[in-house]
């Protein structure tokens, strides 16, 4: 049998990147995956890309920054699969600038889409979680969230925000059955990452101890292992994957 098969996922920001990732592995694993993504072009791309595949992907195109729109996609899942097991937080932005040059709009945006958004999506789907007494809620932190990072000041103190958030949830939603979990990347090859001058990459690189950027896979894996059964007495952690770059 299938690890997923009959389980009910959502994956934020699954259109590309590491969340395109852990739709592959999870569809793979027989899950029924539904995509939330605010690039609809994206969206529409990568779900036909896995249908093809004949895995079970849908996709909502949204932006979870509006509680409203959240709201409504996660009724809209429930309704129409019966359900909802895992809600993997993937989404995340960056808007990179020195504290010195950092204006309100970079600071209000990060915050908006890697701290609102998780909660609104959280939000959105805890009270069909509760009503099963089961679920998963996976949320994506960031080796720059535990440890700051350049011209992250926004992206970093959000990341570290969920952590709180994280360990928060899982206290409180521990007598449901919902477990509550994040993973902390370090340097994974997705856009965000080869975005950055040939330079930057080959220092990160450098700076980790097994010597190569993380493969989005790597990371959907943990996603994976953490929404798994296996996994049931598992909350509250942050698991890094990050090549040991934290070290
Ligand atoms: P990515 O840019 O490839 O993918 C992010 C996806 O999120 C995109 O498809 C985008 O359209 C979607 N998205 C953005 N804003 C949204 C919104 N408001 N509503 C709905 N969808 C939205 O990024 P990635 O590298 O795959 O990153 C995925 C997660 O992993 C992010 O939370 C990121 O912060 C985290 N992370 C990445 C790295 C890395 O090195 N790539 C390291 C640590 C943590």
Redesign the pocket.
């Given at each position: 049998k299938k690890k997923f098969k009959d389980k009910v996922v959502i994956i934020?920001?699954?259109?590309?990147?590491?969340?395109?990732a852990a739709a592959l592995s999870f569809g793979m694993e027989g899950a029924q995956v539904i995509i939330?993504?605010?690039?609809q072009a994206?969206t529409n791309q990568t779900v036909e890309e896995l249908q093809l595949k004949k895995l079970l992907v849908d996709g909502i195109c949204?932006?979870?920054?509006d509680p409203e729109e959240t709201q409504k996609a996660a009724n809209q899942v429930a309704e129409k699969y019966g359900k909802i097991d895992i809600l993997i937080n993937?989404?995340?932005?960056?808007r990179d600038a020195t504290i010195k040059k950092m204006n309100y709009n970079e600071w209000q945006q990060v915050l908006?889409?890697?701290l609102t958004?998780v909660f609104n999506c959280s939000k959105a789907v805890i009270p069909w979680m509760v009503e099963q007494q089961h679920g998963r809620i996976i949320n994506?932190?960031?080796?720059?969230g535990l440890y700051g990072n350049f011209g992250q000041a926004n992206?970093s103190a959000t990341?570290s925000g969920l952590v709180g958030f994280t360990k928060t949830l899982a206290k409180e939603l521990g007598k449901y059955s919902i477990t509550v979990n994040a993973v902390?990347?370090?340097?994974?090859?997705?856009?965000?990452?080869e975005a950055m001058p040939a330079k930057v990459v080959d220092m990160m690189i450098g700076k980790t101890p097994l010597k190569r950027l993380?493969k989005?896979e790597d990371?959907a894996f943990v996603y994976s292992f953490l929404a798994s059964e296996e996994a049931s007495f598992v909350s509250g952690s942050v698991i890094s994957v990050d090549g040991a770059v934290t070290l």
């Open positions: 934020t920001g699954g259109a590309s990147g590491i969340g395109k939330w993504d605010v690039n994206k949204l932006n979870i920054t993937n989404a995340g932005i960056t908006d889409v890697n958004g994506t932190s960031s080796v720059v992206y990341k902390a990347p370090g340097f994974i090859a997705t856009e965000m990452v993380g989005p990371v």
